[in-house]
Nanobody, 115 residues
Framework: QVQLVESGGGLVQAGGSLRLSCAAS????????MGWYRQAPGKQRELITT???????NYADSVKGRFTISRDNAKNTVYLQMNSLKPEDTAVYYC?????????WGKGTLVTVSS
């Protein structure tokens, strides 16, 4: 079993920054991919960024240049540094981990960006 716990969400003004964290615990394999999704009110959940255990990253165009994903493999933790936040970034942010053909999810953390 794998558990993911996100933290760091909150309310921020447009142009501000937040850093999200996601700690994974349980049976974590050395080969996995971790990522962040988000779901805005009334919209589908969308993938915004992923990072492999080796540090290879991918970003959605909507966050490229503003958001940075990183991970600490020793702590089984992934981070999302969010800069230049916009009101349209308001959403529940979910951490996920893909390993062994199984996808695990955290419960999400709310990010609200005021204009």
């Amino acid at each position: 079993q794998v558990q993911l716990v996100e933290s760091g969400g909150g309310l921020v003004q447009a142009g501000g920054s937040l850093r999200l964290s996601c700690a994974a615990s349980g049976s974590i394999l050395s080969i996995n991919v971790m990522g962040w999704y988000r779901q805005a009110p009334g919209k589908q959940r969308e993938l915004i960024t992923t990072i492999t255990a080796g540090g290879y990253t991918n970003y959605a165009d909507s966050v490229k240049g503003r958001f940075t994903i990183s991970r600490d493999n020793a702590k089984n933790t992934v981070y999302l540094q969010m800069n230049s936040l916009k009101p349209e970034d308001t959403a529940v942010y979910y951490c996920n981990l893909d390993q062994g053909g199984i996808r695990y999810w955290g419960k999400g953390t709310l990010v609200t960006v005021s204009s």
